[in-house]
């Protein structure tokens, strides 16, 4: 796997908010200067063709901006992206124009996406149109063909977004995701205001697909139970970091970083016989204007020592096949996944 | 005794049925789950036994809620004033629209305390920073003059369930308290649960879709589509051998419950619009064993141990 070049490159990626204060060159007044949230902080990861990656971590860890990263749908102050080998210049409007008559996204709300005015059968011509990716006499053939690519019958073309439920606006963002013929598909939350008897239909449906078309697909979510479905490789992020990188089924069973470990214990297994894990973690991410110094996990580090609160931030490095941001080698977790 | 009777219990927004044949029992010091996807019901249930359906759009038609034996259906209004929040509190899964924006998490708590009890303010001050104290807020003497925007997501549920307990409710009905929580903070909040469970003796309705939650917090279960309960009976048994088709293939779609990249057991088609369910099994169009005979309603039967299921298929409850 790791041999084919990879189709998607992001390296050093940063993207940095502007969060209140005054933004004066020269201004120098403690409290009053602009202050900045850095939501993703020098990421770098790849993505193989037909490869899935998920992209995990609690709001406001940067999942969401680093996949709208990639696409250049926010201004990047940092790093560099390459799509199948090209750099991507975020300013320059060909190149992401190239970018994105490859690369599609699908958001989380079904209803919000989709322009409540057109009929879905519009909704997804409009794309063809503006990628030039049917003939005018051939698009609503085209039409036709992606609804039912993704289990929807022709005839709700005519219908509005209010007149579909959750499942079904959902498969018609995914359709228009598909109508541009992408090799990457960025998909954020995408099943997270399903129910889960839907859910399980669209994650089908994105498996399937990405399997006949053989898509890389960047999906971003809180759901570790449905990234450890569908993902073959898993990045778990932390206030704006990758912390833990690698395969999936690797990272699942013996995670490294402390925080993985807690997110993973935290998670209420179906099981009825496995009672509540006791609470992991203490209190709630910091926020990202004011992050510690050192590893920013160290607050509510069970591990924590004194070189956590000082030292510089742990770079990602690699320990087996699984790469992780912390100083130390912590000892394999117990059966009951519990930390010794 | 059960602390918690509910009979019966239809509510219908005009002429359309939207919750029907509801029973629920509840004892001292239990917690029961309310499982079901969007639209089948569980939040209007819940508001029908606090009799806080939107006037006008929703009534109760049938059935009847007895609390410590006390039917609250026929209570006027003014009864009812004392029931919420004396007898039964309750907690949301926004705290943001349910705590005041403009009041002081303090006086919140001490609000009703003053209110129900006549407290004075001086032991109103000391019960809400007992309560505070009792949710695991740091420094209760400090933050009890903070208002909501100063407290986190897991803070201000967290506060929102000392207002629920301030006058010591002996049940609370928490409608997805953990949703919009992240999953380390959820723990956190499930376990606070569990432990005023313990300490008090709090019966409680969980209501939540997330089946893991459930599975790790509840004694008990209903599981509920399009407006019935589908079955009923000790988390165990419908974790461990769902009896109604609709509460296995719930248990089957779960990511975790089949080979990872594997095809999900979905369940096919979409669950019906509220109001305008099928005749019979409300199920039926969905469901991979259904026959001639769903077209008929199924009752909730007993289906063995303390089971109830509401399916021509269950297996009918074995000679003792």
């Known amino acids: 796997m790791t041999a084919a070049a990879p189709l998607l490159q992001v390296r050093d990626l940063e993207v940095r908010f502007r969060a209140g204060g005054i933004d004066l060159p020269g201004l120098n007044v403690p409290g009053f200067g602009a202050r900045y949230v850095n939501a993703v902080n020098r990421v770098s990861l790849s993505v193989a063709p037909g490869e899935t990656i998920g992209i995990v971590g609690e709001s406001g860890c940067g999942k969401s901006t680093l996949g709208r990263a990639i696409l250049g749908l926010v201004e990047t102050q940092g790093g560099e992206v390459r799509f199948a080998g090209d750099p991507v210049a975020p300013r320059d409007r060909t190149s992401i124009a190239r970018l ?71 498969r018609v963002g995914i359709a228009r995701a598909l109508a541009i013929e992408p090799s990457l598909i960025i998909a954020d939350e995408c099943v997270a205001a399903l129910d889960v008897s839907i859910q399980a239909q669209i994650l089908n449906l994105l498996m ?19 990234v450890r479905h569908l993902c073959r490789r898993v990045a778990v992020m932390y206030l704006g970091r990758i912390v833990e990188i690698g395969l999936t089924e690797d990272v699942f069973a013996a995670p490294r970083h402390p925080y993985t470990r807690a997110l993973l214990a935290a998670v209420p297994d179906i099981d009825p016989d496995r009672a509540l894990a006791p609470a992991q973690l203490r209190g709630e991410p910091p926020s990202p204007l004011d992050l510690p110094a050192g590893c920013p996990f160290h607050p509510r580090c069970p591990h924590a020592q004194e070189i956590c609160a000082r030292g510089v931030v742990p770079e990602l490095r690699r320990t087996g096949d699984i790469r992780v941001a912390c100083h130390f080698d912590l000892p394999p977790m117990t059966q009951q996944g519990e930390d010794p | 005794m059960s ?81 919420r929040g004396v007898e039964v509190g309750m907690i949301f899964q926004n705290p943001n629209s349910h705590l005041d924006p403009v009041m002081r998490i303090g006086d919140q708590i001490a609000e009703s305390v003053r209110y129900h009890e006549g407290a004075s303010r001086a032991d109103a001050r000391k019960r809400a920073i007992d ?9 209760p003497a400090g933050r009890i003059s903070a208002f909501p925007h100063e407290f986190s997501g897991g803070m201000r549920q967290r506060a929102m369930i000392a207002v629920a307990l301030a006058c010591r409710p002996r049940l609370l009905i928490a409608d997805e308290p953990t949703t919009a929580l992240d999953v380390t903070v959820q723990a956190q909040v499930l376990r606070l649960l569990l432990d005023l469970r313990d300490r008090l003796g709090l019966a409680i309705i969980l209501v939540t879709h997330n089946l893991g939650v459930v599975a790790q917090t509840c004694d008990s279960l209903a599981v509920m589509y399009a407006g ?35 095809q999900l057991p979905a369940i096919p ?17 969905r469901c ?9 309603r199924p009752a909730l039967l007993p289906a063995g141990g303390k089971r109830l299921v509401a399916c021509h298929f269950a297996a009918p409850p074995r000679a003792a």
């Open chain 1, 100 to 170: 994105r008559a490859r690369a599609a996204m699908i958001f989380q709300d079904p209803y919000a996406s989709l322009n409540p005015k057109l009929d879905i059968g519009e909704a997804i011509a409009e794309v063809l149109r503006v990628h030039g990716k049917a003939a005018p006499d051939a698009i609503a053939a085209r039409v036709a063909e992606l609804l039912r690519l993704v289990g929807l019958s022709p005839e709700l073309a005519r219908r509005k977004p209010h007149q579909l439920s959750g499942g079904q606006c959902q």
């Open chain 1, 208 to 226: 399937e697909l990405q399997r006949r078309m053989s898509l890389s697909l960047v999906f971003i979510s809180h759901d570790l139970g449905v």
């Open chain 2, 3 to 83: 602390l918690l009777a509910v009979r019966d219990l239809a509510i219908a927004a005009g002429r359309h049925l939207l919750v029907e044949d509801i029973d629920l029992d509840l004892s001292e010091g239990e917690v029961l789950g309310l499982v079901g996807e969007s639209g089948s019901g569980k939040t209007i249930t819940c508001r029908a036994l606090m009799r806080l359906l939107p006037e006008g759009q929703l009534r109760i038609t049938r059935g009847s809620v007895a609390l410590n034996g006390r039917d609250l259906v026929p209570l006027s209004e003014a009864a009812m004033r004392k029931v």
């Open chain 2, 131 to 139: 309560l505070l104290r009792q949710v695991g807020i740091p420094d």
């Open chain 2, 228 to 262: 019935r309960v589908m079955e009923r009976g000790p988390k165990r048994d419908l974790l461990r051998a769902p009896a109604h088709p609709y509460t296995e293939a719930l248990l089957k779609c779960q990511p975790g419950s089949a080979a990872p990249a594997a």
């Open chain 2, 269 to 285: 088609g979409q669950p019906p619009l509220a109001g305008v369910f099928p005749e019979g099994c409300r199920f039926h169009p």
């Open chain 2, 288 to 296: 991979p064993r259904a026959a001639g005979i769903c077209r008929e």
